[in-house]
Nanobody, 123 residues
Framework: QLQLVESGGGSVLPGGSLTLSCAASGFTLDYRAIAWFRQAPGKERERISCISWSGGNTNYADSVKGRFTGSRDNAKNMVYLQMNSLKPEDTGIYYC????????????????WGQGTQVTVSS
């Protein structure tokens, strides 16, 4: 069974931190860019981060730049999103997506999606 599973979501106070994890099973994340998306209540899903298959290149949406950091451990088939200085507007469901084999973050096209993990930032 090919799947991505996110974990690490939860409820935090503004200014707090969370680390999301994305685990792949049934396939390897090697040579696949991985993107994180989020969907806030009443809004469309947006891409907030993408990391190249080697981990050498990452890009971020302006809304999270400087606060979120993506990383990956290909040996463990895992990808992470460290989220600091969280704001109420970061609230939403966070999804990881694996891109097509051999493709970069440029023109990212999801091949697999996780089921999402809820992040709530509220006082």
């Amino acid at each position: 069974q090919l799947q991505l599973v996110e974990s690490g979501g939860g409820s935090v106070l503004p200014g707090g931190s969370l680390t999301l994890s994305c685990a792949a099973s049934g396939f390897t994340l090697d040579y696949r860019a991985i993107a994180w998306f989020r969907q806030a209540p009443g809004k469309e899903r947006e891409r907030i981060s993408c990391i190249s298959w080697s981990g050498g290149n990452t890009n971020y949406a302006d809304s999270v730049k400087g606060r979120f950091t993506g990383s990956r451990d290909n040996a463990k088939n895992m990808v992470y999103l460290q989220m600091n200085s969280l704001k109420p507007e970061d609230t939403g469901i966070y999804y990881c997506a694996a891109g097509r084999y051999g493709h970069s973050c440029v023109g990212f096209s999801p091949a697999y999606w996780g089921q999402g993990t809820q992040v709530t930032v509220s006082s």
